[in-house]
């Protein structure tokens, strides 16, 4: 059974960075998408960005489009989401999201992902 595992999250200071991971382990899988999500105390899980294995589609979040960067590492089966300037409004659990079938939900929808992480804390200060 695939398991996707988030590291990297952590506390630090408005206008820092983290570099979040997300590693599939287990049975080797054929993903259609990865994505990040998060959510924040009280509210709704997020969409914050992903990619589409075939034709490379990227998007982000709006308010996070010039800030956050999405990349992977195929051979390692590794999915990485780079934050910078980090604002205390970013504070949440981030969570990895695989989708393993195209289904009829755009990459920003948390429906279209059917395995998901754990995930991992982030927290920004002021």
């Known amino acids: 059974q695939v398991q996707l595992v988030e590291s990297g999250g952590g506390l630090v200071q408005a206008g820092g960075s983290l570099r979040l991971s997300c590693a599939a382990t287990?049975?080797?899988?054929?993903?259609?998408?990865m994505g990040w999500f998060r959510q924040a105390p009280g509210k709704e899980r997020e969409f914050v960005a992903a990619f589409s294995w075939r034709g490379g589609t990227i998007v982000y979040k709006d308010s996070v489009k010039d800030r956050f960067t999405i990349s992977r590492d195929n051979a390692k089966n590794m999915v990485y989401l780079q934050m910078n300037s980090l604002k205390p409004e970013d504070t949440a659990v981030y969570f990895c999201?695989?989708?393993?079938?195209?289904?009829?939900?755009?990459?920003?929808?948390?429906?279209?992902?059917?395995?998901w992480g754990q995930g991992t804390q982030v927290t920004v200060s002021s």
């Open positions: 287990g049975r080797t899988f054929s993903s259609q998408a």
């Open positions: 999201a695989a989708a393993t079938v195209p289904g009829p939900y755009g990459l920003e929808s948390k429906f279209k992902y059917g395995i």
